[in-house]
RNA sequence: GGCGCGGUACCCAAGUGGUAAGGGAGAGGUCUGCAAAACCUUUAUGCGUCGGUUCGAUUCCGACCCGCGCCUCCA
């Protein structure tokens, strides 16, 4: 079996089989620097993330490159309005998005930015003129000519031939030849930043950063093009009409969407009060792994309505793995094999790479893991499970986790960094008493709750059960959980 | 209006032309000094509504109802 793909281009799924033998070069339109990430972008990042992990998982080579859009219309604005530069506006916004991506598990990408690429953005625009494909407006400004592309609208299933057929739709007060036709280049603004270029004054328009950005690193032709849903038009397909006609060739191979997320029912916006940064809920005493696991818990292309029940079970998910890692392998276990243990491991590995390699339904893998989770409890109880079982399984559940990542126990440390944070924004009043509690609770080092454990169970052992029970309680409330079990005392951070 | 997606149990959600994965929540039970974890049993004769095709449809077709997205720069 090979991967599908759900390709935009098509409105099929295809099979997903990379140009140049076994490498794939990628390219996914990033965050606009200009305000903390909020979760629908997350949910878009993350989906790339997963696509990302699970291709390297499969064998692939990468080449993966991903935009930081430091440059556009409502950056240059707010930098103008605070009076800093460009730079040192996104600056605090582009390290916000590289902590956010650590927090939620997302492996850096290799990032490229718009300000570093002008001088070639200009290059591109000069060609495209050269070719009589894009035009010079009195203000300076260059726009590309949609009906020197007849394909115009193939991404997005849009028909303008109309259009190309010649007939004038009303152009208002811009100069441009046809009202569709989009900026290439924006002429300057008094007051706003601007760079010298070849052709003069002005800055980039978004489309363009993209397509010159995703060439220079990948290519004229490369494997695949992501974002989120509502890039694929107008930005996407700009991105195609510029480049195509410029190389003639295809630009990018499948294009993958990824559909937008719903809160408690509703599309996020400020307007409505349920538009959340991922800061925004770590303050709220939400861990990353539990964000991180509901927003992987539904395929990609699924609407995915993001709520506070659906939170909270997903915390709970996420402890079921991570109960279930923490006892395969901290007990002892007699040596040798069990044939179904082995083949419940091997079977697990194979449903879902299966389910993944379906167009990515991760819903189905993870049916996969708690089905394994189940019937490896079921048989740890009854006593089945042998030393090389537990190697089997554990090894089932990293490879789950190679695409998921959740299971690494390091959500103490991410939240006290937003706790820490919080301050510096002025946010302290938003820290809530859950948070508070989270952060508490790494406080105490392993070796403190190693001596209280000691102390506990020399109090067990005496059957001095009311120290016992306070020492319990005196744990539970810094966040500590012990539990005593036939293998051996474990303990787990809440 | 144009283009597109979806409606599955209390919640989230997978899926299939042959009789409904998985997770959470609820109820009962086992284990346990207590607690926790874990396991077992249980929770949709039913998959928006109405027709059609079929030996058989939740799965295909049609109509309708409802929700959602995009239609010039919001992931």
Not at 1 to 11: D, F, G, I, P
Request: hydrophobic share 35%; glycine share 6%; net charge negative.
């Amino acid at each position: 079996m090979a991967l599908r793909l759900y390709n935009t281009m098509s409105s099929q799924v295809e099979d997903f089989h990379p140009i140049r033998d076994n490498e794939v070069r990628m390219y996914a339109c990033g965050p606009t620097v200009y305000d903390y990430g909020h979760i629908g972008n997350f949910r878009t990042f993350i989906a790339v993330d997963m696509l990302q992990r699970f291709l390297r998982q499969s064998g692939y080579k990468l080449r993966f490159v991903m935009n930081i859009t430091d440059l556009d219309d409502k950056i240059i604005r707010n930098a103008a309005r605070d009076g800093v530069s460009v730079q040192q506006y996104t600056a605090k916004y582009q390290k916000a998005f590289l902590e956010d991506s650590d927090m939620i598990g997302i492996e850096h990408p290799h990032l490229v930015r718009a300000t570093e690429h002008i001088p070639q953005m200009a290059d591109f625009v000069a060609k495209l003129v050269a070719r009589n494909l894009a035009y010079r407006t009195d203000d300076g400004s260059y726009y590309f000519r949609i009906a020197s592309f007849p394909p115009y609208g193939k991404l997005s299933k849009k028909d303008f031939s109309e259009m190309r057929d010649g007939s004038r739709v009303d152009v208002d007060e811009y100069d441009k030849d046809s009202a569709r036709d989009f900026a290439l280049w924006k002429a300057p603004k008094p007051g706003e930043a601007s760079w010298d270029t070849s052709i003069g004054p002005g800055r980039p328009g978004w489309h363009l950063e993209c397509s010159v950005m995703s060439m220079a690193e990948l290519g004229e032709t490369f494997d695949l093009h992501a974002g989120g849903e509502d890039l694929i038009f107008p930005h996407h397909e700009n991105e195609i009409a510029q480049s195509e006609s410029l190389t003639g060739k295809t630009f990018a191979r499948f294009w993958f969407h990824v559909r937008f997320l719903l809160v408690e029912g509703e599309k996020m916006s400020k307007s409505l009060g349920n538009f959340y940064t991922l800061r925004d809920l770590v303050l709220k005493g939400h861990k990353p792994s539990s964000i991180r696991y509901l927003l992987t818990s539904v395929p990609y292309r699924t609407q995915l309505n993001f709520t506070f029940d659906g939170l909270k079970q997903a915390a709970v998910s996420v402890e079921r793995l991570r109960n279930f890692r923490q006892r395969l392998s901290s007990g002892d276990f007699p040596s040798g094999a069990n044939p179904e243990m082995q083949a419940l491991g091997n079977e697990t590995i194979d449903r879902m790479r299966a389910a993944l390699e379906d167009d990515l339904n991760t819903a189905q893998a993870q049916g996969a893991i708690f089905e394994m989770v189940r019937k490896a409890n079921s048989a740890l109880d009854a006593g089945q499970v042998k030393k090389d079982d537990t190697r089997r399984l554990l090894a089932a559940l990293e490879k789950f986790d190679e695409i998921f990542a959740v299971l690494k126990d390091d959500d103490g440390p991410k939240m006290k960094q937003v706790f820490d944070w919080a301050p510096t924004e002025g946010r302290e009043k938003d820290i809530s008493p859950e948070l508070r509690e989270a952060v508490q609770s790494g406080q105490l080092s392993d070796a403190d709750i190693e001596n209280k454990i000691a102390e506990m169970e020399a109090a067990r052992r005496a059957r001095n059960f009311k120290t016992s029970d306070a020492l319990r309680a005196e744990l539970a409330a810094a966040g500590v959980i012990i539990e005593n079990t036939k293998e051996g005392v474990r303990y787990r951070r809440k």
